[in-house]
């Protein structure tokens, strides 16, 4: 099998605690100038500089000019979707006791509040749905495999929820997925992928342009606190 240079290279990046430093700052889609940037990664303006000329020139960083300054942000969602995935697997091979220690409040609060995770819910909206829905019964967990009661299938199909479509990917029907911001698990599968799915298609969250943060709406808030309620 061929290897892929670029990965090498992208780990060598990513190697350095002040450059991940910087690249976790813009994970939220913004764009940011140098001295920010310093100041988030405890660094000097000279190596700053050097930082982010090596993350440019690596294709990771892109920068826009405005007026005299200029602006560095993610040269493309792939790259956040890598750093994201490295946190996920972080976390995942973490042993137990360590996962249970409270995040510091690093993420960007965007992301932090609601994300994709691959096609499913993430950030502390999915945390808490998935909590609450398995406090009430709904699930059946063991280890990473996750099931559907009788309580939750009902609940499920009230909430618009195609369960024989769900049933019939080619992939794990639901599953725990540990999430990087909250240090808990959230739903994944095909089961979260397709929860994800009603929510968008009711407007309750709705994707942002620039992140894979997710924004709940003004007329989904009421309408989640409803369903939270009745859990």
């Given at each position: 099998?061929?290897?892929?240079?670029?990965?090498?290279?992208?780990?060598?990046?990513?190697?350095?605690?002040?450059?991940?430093?910087?690249?976790?700052?813009?994970?939220?889609?913004?764009?940011?100038?140098?001295?920010?940037?310093?100041?988030?990664?405890?660094?000097?303006?000279?190596?700053?500089?050097?930082?982010?000329?090596?993350?440019?020139?690596?294709?990771?960083?892109?920068?826009?000019?405005?007026?005299?300054?200029?602006?560095?942000?993610?040269?493309?969602?792939e790259i956040g979707v890598a750093i994201e995935a490295l946190a996920t697997a972080s976390l995942a091979s973490q042993p137990p006791r360590m996962r249970a220690v409270p995040v510091s409040r690093t993420a960007p609060p965007a992301l932090r509040q609601?994300?994709?995770?691959?096609?499913?819910?993430?950030?502390?909206?999915?945390?808490?749905?998935?909590?609450?829905?398995?406090?009430?019964?709904?699930?059946?967990?063991?280890?990473?495999?996750?099931?559907?009661?009788?309580?939750?299938?009902?609940?499920?199909?009230?909430?618009?929820?195609?369960?024989?479509?769900?049933?019939?990917?080619?992939?794990?029907?639901?599953?725990?997925?540990?999430?990087?911001?909250?240090?808990?698990?959230?739903?994944?599968?095909?089961?979260?992928?397709?929860?994800?799915?009603?929510?968008?298609?009711?407007?309750?969250?709705?994707?942002?342009?620039?992140?894979?943060?997710?924004?709940?709406?003004?007329?989904?808030?009421?309408?989640?606190?409803?369903?939270?309620?009745?859990?």
């Amino acid at each position: 099998m061929e290897f892929a240079p670029g990965i090498s290279q992208l780990a060598g990046l990513l190697s350095d605690p002040g450059r991940a430093a910087m690249l976790w700052a813009l994970m939220d889609g913004s764009a940011r100038p140098a001295g920010e940037l310093a100041l988030i990664a405890g660094l000097s303006a000279s190596s700053t500089s050097g930082h982010l000329s090596r993350l440019s020139e690596g294709g990771l960083l892109v920068v826009e000019t405005r007026g005299r300054n200029r602006y560095y942000r993610l040269a493309t969602p792939e790259i956040g979707v890598a750093i994201e995935a490295l946190a996920t697997a972080s976390l995942a091979s973490q042993p137990p006791r360590m996962r249970a220690v409270p995040v510091s409040r690093t993420a960007p609060p965007a992301l932090r509040q609601a994300r994709t995770c691959y096609d499913h819910l993430a950030g502390e909206l999915a945390v808490g749905l998935f909590e609450r829905m398995s406090q009430a019964g709904w699930f059946a967990v063991a280890g990473s495999s996750v099931d559907l009661t009788e309580d939750g299938t009902q609940a499920m199909t009230q909430l618009g929820i195609d369960l024989a479509a769900a049933r019939r990917k080619r992939r794990q029907f639901a599953c725990t997925c540990p999430d990087w911001s909250e240090r808990k698990p959230h739903l994944g599968g095909a089961l979260g992928a397709a929860m994800l799915q009603v929510l968008l298609a009711r407007g309750w969250v709705e994707p942002t342009a620039t992140s894979r943060a997710l924004r709940v709406t003004p007329s989904g808030h009421p309408e989640i606190e409803k369903v939270a309620a009745t859990i």
